[in-house]
């Protein structure tokens, strides 16, 4: 709360690295990003918390790529 983490929400993109220690400050359609080892790379996997509108546009992304 100290760094203005509520006002940042409601108007700007916030990477969180520790989102977990939020608890219930956290915001209920956050997305959420998870990492995990592949292979020799990474994968991501989204969560879109509640925003499937966001889903297209995710997708479209990710296939030109």
């Known amino acids: 709360l100290e760094l203005g983490l509520e006002a940042a929400f409601d108007s700007a993109i916030s990477l969180i690295e520790w989102p977990d220690r939020l608890g219930r400050l956290a915001p209920p359609k956050a997305l959420r990003l998870r990492f995990a080892h592949w292979g020799d790379g990474r994968q991501v996997t ?15 992304d990710f296939a030109r790529r």
């Open 46 to 60: 989204v969560d879109l918390g509640g925003r499937a509108d966001l889903a297209p546009a995710l997708e479209a």
